[in-house]
């Protein structure tokens, strides 16, 4: 079982950062891929980034060089760091585990932090 929870988020003008984190419960966080996904409302979640057990990083299009995800298996925690935030990254921010690298399928999702980004 793990339990995921995030923090940090909030309100940040455009062009502003933010970090993101996911503190993970549980002995067996290092096998899981993490990932990090969005949703507004009305809308499917969708993929952000992700980071493998293994170190290896993938991220949507629209994150691409803004947003880096990390890892500190030490500390059981992931990380998102996010730069030159765009209104349209406004979303609840969720963190999420899964042992499927292609992400067909996940096992854990944390509760959700809002993230803002004003005009």
């Known amino acids: 079982q793990v339990q995921l929870v995030e923090s940090g988020g909030g309100l940040v003008q455009a062009g502003g950062s933010l970090r993101l984190s996911c503190a993970a419960s549980?002995?067996?966080?290092?096998?899981?891929?993490m990932g990090w996904f969005r949703q507004t409302p009305g809308k499917e979640r969708e993929f952000v980034a992700a980071?493998?057990?293994?170190?290896?990083?993938s991220y949507a299009d629209s994150v691409k060089g803004r947003f880096t995800i990390s890892r500190d298996n030490t500390k059981k925690t992931v990380y998102l760091r996010m730069n030159s935030l765009k209104p349209e990254d406004t979303a609840v921010y969720y963190c999420?585990?899964?042992?499927?690298?292609?992400?067909?399928?996940?096992?854990?999702w944390g509760q959700g932090t809002q993230v803002t980004v004003s005009s």
């Open positions: 999420a585990a899964s042992r499927d690298s292609r992400w067909l399928e996940t096992d854990y």
């Open positions: 549980g002995r067996t966080f290092s096998s899981y891929d």
């Open positions: 980071i493998s057990w293994t170190g290896g990083t």
